[in-house]
């Protein structure tokens, strides 16, 4: 089986409940804390070409809703990828990067199908 990382913010209540799921199934994953490392542009930038920037950053939350309404107005994915490098909390949680697939947000469905 692939190695599954999991990238978001510990205290998250959405990375928690990914925690429960990967540790209930027995599913070993590594952990990457944005607020500890930051965002890894690498995957980063390979989420937003696999899933599209709308699916990777998290325009429903406080970061988002903080960002200069020009910003916000003119997102694409360059000014994405900026603003996700420099605002980590941007990025939808978790990030879960299993091989080449990778999944954003909390997905029960879709981790099954990592095994």
Same mark, same amino acid.
């Given at each position: 089986?692939?190695?599954?990382?999991? %990238? /978001?913010?510990?205290?998250?209540?959405?990375?928690? $409940?990914?925690?429960?799921? &990967?540790?209930?199934?027995?599913?070993? %994953?590594? &952990?990457?804390? %944005?607020?500890?490392? /930051?965002?890894?542009?690498?995957?980063?930038?390979?989420?937003?070409?696999?899933? #599209?920037?709308?699916? *990777?950053?998290?325009? $429903?939350?406080?970061?988002?809703?903080?960002?200069?309404?020009?910003?916000?107005?003119?997102?694409?994915?360059? /000014?994405?990828? @900026? +603003?996700?490098?420099?605002?980590?909390?941007?990025?939808? @949680?978790?990030? *879960?990067?299993?091989?080449?697939?990778?999944?954003?947000? &909390?997905?029960?469905?879709? %981790? +099954? #199908?990592?095994?």
């Amino acid at each position: 089986m692939a190695a599954i990382t999991l %990238y /978001g913010i510990k205290n998250c209540d959405t990375m928690k $409940k990914a925690f429960a799921w &990967f540790d209930a199934h027995k599913i070993a %994953y590594a &952990f990457h804390d %944005y607020k500890k490392d /930051g965002a890894d542009e690498k995957v980063l930038k390979a989420a937003i070409k696999s899933l #599209g920037w709308e699916s *990777v950053i998290n325009r $429903k939350g406080t970061t988002w809703r903080a960002l200069p309404e020009k910003t916000r107005a003119g997102m694409d994915e360059a /000014g994405a990828i @900026r +603003a996700a490098i420099a605002n980590p909390s941007l990025i939808k @949680r978790p990030l *879960v990067v299993s091989g080449a697939q990778i999944l954003a947000g &909390f997905d029960e469905t879709a %981790y +099954a #199908g990592l095994k």
